[in-house]
């Protein structure tokens, strides 16, 4: 876990839009050469006084309960009765709410709303919403939980609602629709590896995938759309992948067609149990000798962060950045390599967790204990885009192409200058990655060939999985793989691995987060022919969080 001293950002007094305080007011340069003044009184009430000195009070200050409540009843009352427009005028975006509300009676076909206020929490308000979804006479009920959140509004300080998508629908986001109609796609009854039918029922943090499988297959797979209420996903970023619309309610049934998975049953079970008992974990189980994945969960079953998450991986990349130094002759297994206290570049310090040193230690004891300085201090040695092209070229990573059957995200390595490119080679920096990315990684690293993960196999639709441009050579896969067992035997891997070798290497890995208290804890492993990789976001070190869940799953693989 990399330490930096950050430098604050300076703002010309040119180009600051802050009033100008003049002793108890303010002054605001406006369009034209004209400006405002602002009184500042007590109680934290505002009054802005105009050219033609008007005033006009502007609340502010903390909300009470009252008023929480009324603004929140305002809202309610107004989309309950059928008044979208007068129901968008009580939040803080009547544009976008209205265009929302008006599409939940008219794209989603939702009438008999009825809307229950629930208990307040601070300016949040919890609420009920029933109805009836009813489409070209097919009808059924609506009930579902949401919530929304009071503020106070920017013009006046008059307490509204916080819009935001999710106020409609829990499930929605920006961009997104609620629909009713005929389904965009067959539903498809998705099986385990041995036949078994796989529903979120049994496995609650597959819905995910669910969704992706039919958006993907039910078509392919021979089925039949029915009537449904779902919600149509925004279009993807350019160069990011769209995620899969979700259904949320079925009027008529569609006849289903079958897809069959590389899910284990038995270690679905296991890592649905492991993440379902640790908040905000995600866990990827493989095989590294085919891409096969057996396993994959999430805390949230709402986001499949296992697959699409884009988060920092810490030193679990330093598989990636030591294949790299040993390609290019700067660091090898058994030979000494500088561990200070501290190395700087670009700019920056970076030190070490606990600022630990390694006097004339190897590269290996360098690894096994994650020396960030160790890495930091090879980085004058290497261009701007080594990290990137060793990822891409020998990991398959960055490439936004893999094809493993539902949507994912591919990692990405960017190129980098200055002291974020020396940041990526201990996985901050710009370097984004999700357990799915480094159960692959270690699994490259133990067969020395980059072999795409899948869920489903090509066979089913003819796609092309993605190929890594070479592989590693036989000196890098040696090495490396010495560097991974030596970590899981005697590093900071060692606890949790315990009695699992003598086949297994692994990696921990912690990763800064602006804004966390705690770093997000990672860990990646193999044991036989067997590989995983989780995080536990604000979990701190990967070897106390992600490692026991990692750890377990390769038990429980047998």
């Given at each position: 876990m990399g330490k930096r001293r950050r430098v604050a950002e300076r703002t010309s007094a040119a180009k600051s839009k802050r009033p100008l305080a003049l002793g108890g007011m303010a002054a605001a340069v406006l369009g034209g050469g004209a400006f405002a003044v602002y009184y500042v009184f007590g109680g934290g009430a505002v009054a802005e006084v105009g050219s033609a000195g008007d005033a006009k009070a502007v609340k502010t200050g903390p909300l009470s309960a009252s008023e929480v409540r009324t603004a929140a009843t305002a809202f309610l009352t107004a989309w309950q009765g059928g008044s979208p427009a007068k129901a968008a005028a009580a939040t803080d975006d009547s544009a976008a709410a209205k265009t929302a509300l008006t599409g939940f009676t008219k794209d989603a076909h939702v009438k008999d709303v009825k809307l229950t206020r629930g208990k307040r929490a601070g300016d949040e308000v919890a609420f009920s919403v029933k109805g009836t979804v009813a489409y070209k006479g097919t009808s059924k009920p609506l009930a579902y939980e949401s919530s929304l959140t009071v503020v106070r509004a920017r013009k006046d300080g008059e307490p509204v609602v916080s819009w935001q998508p999710s106020v409609v629908h829990p499930a929605l986001a920006e961009g997104d629709r609620l629909v009713t109609g005929e389904a965009g796609t067959p539903p498809v009854k998705a099986l385990d590896r041995d036949g078994g039918e796989m529903t979120t029922k049994k496995y609650p943090s597959l819905g995910t995938v669910l969704d992706g499988l039919r958006e993907k297959f039910g078509e392919k797979a021979g089925g039949k759309a029915g009537i449904e209420l779902r919600v149509v996903r925004a279009k993807a970023e350019k160069g990011k992948k769209k995620t899969a619309d979700k259904t949320l309610l079925e009027l008529s049934e569609g006849t289903p067609g079958t897809v069959r998975t590389t899910l284990s049953p038995t270690l679905q079970a296991e890592a649905e149990k492991r993440v379902g008992a640790t908040e905000r974990a995600s866990v990827v189980v493989m095989r590294p000798s085919t891409g096969e994945i057996l396993a994959v969960a999430n805390s949230n079953p709402n986001f499949n962060t296992a697959f699409q998450g884009s988060l920092a991986p810490g030193s679990t990349m330093k598989i990636v950045s030591s294949a790299l130094l040993i390609d290019k002759g700067l660091a090898s297994a058994d030979k000494v390599h500088p561990c200070p206290k501290y190395s700087s570049y670009g700019g920056w310090k970076f030190q070490n967790d606990d600022k630990f040193e390694i006097k004339n230690g190897s590269f290996k004891a360098s690894f096994a204990r994650s020396c960030n300085t160790a890495f930091i201090s090879q980085a004058k040695k290497l261009d701007?885009?080594?990290?990137?092209?060793?990822?891409?070229?020998?990991?398959?990573?960055?490439?936004?192409?893999?094809?493993?059957?539902?949507?994912?995200?591919?990692?990405?390595?960017?190129?980098?200058?200055?002291?974020?490119?020396?940041?990526?080679?201990?996985?901050?920096?710009?370097?984004?990655?999700?357990?799915?990315?480094?159960?692959?990684?270690?699994?490259?690293?133990?067969?020395?060939?980059?072999?795409?993960?899948?869920?489903?196999?090509?066979?089913?639709?003819?796609?092309?999985?993605?190929?890594?441009?070479?592989?590693?050579?036989?000196?890098?896969?040696?090495?490396?793989?010495?560097?991974?067992?030596?970590?899981?035997?005697?590093?900071?891997?060692?606890?949790?691995?315990?009695?699992?070798?003598?086949?297994?290497?692994?990696?921990?890995?912690?990763?800064?987060?602006?804004?966390?208290?705690?770093?997000?804890?990672?860990?990646?492993?193999?044991?036989?022919?067997?590989?995983?990789?989780?995080?536990?976001?604000?979990?701190?070190?990967?070897?106390?969080?992600?490692?026991?869940?990692?750890?377990?799953?390769?038990?429980?693989?047998?």
């Open positions: 701007d885009n080594s990290l990137t092209l060793e990822a891409q070229q020998v990991f398959g990573l960055g490439m936004n192409n893999w094809a493993i059957g539902v949507p994912t995200f591919d990692g990405s390595v960017p190129v980098q200058s200055a002291a974020p490119m020396a940041a990526s080679l201990i996985g901050q920096g710009g370097v984004r990655m999700n357990p799915l990315n480094m159960a692959s990684v270690v699994s490259t690293a133990k067969t020395g060939v980059f072999k795409q993960p899948y869920l489903v196999s090509p066979s089913v639709d003819g796609r092309a999985l993605a190929t890594a441009s070479r592989p590693l050579s036989a000196t890098v896969r040696s090495q490396l793989t010495e560097l991974l067992r030596y970590t899981a035997a005697y590093g900071t891997a060692a606890e949790a691995m315990s009695g699992l070798g003598p086949d297994y290497g692994a990696k921990t890995g912690s990763a800064e987060v602006d804004g966390q208290e705690e770093p997000n804890g990672w860990f990646t492993a193999w044991k036989g022919d067997l590989a995983s990789a989780g995080v536990v976001q604000e979990g701190g070190h990967g070897s106390e969080s992600a490692g026991p869940i990692v750890a377990a799953l390769l038990r429980a693989g047998g």
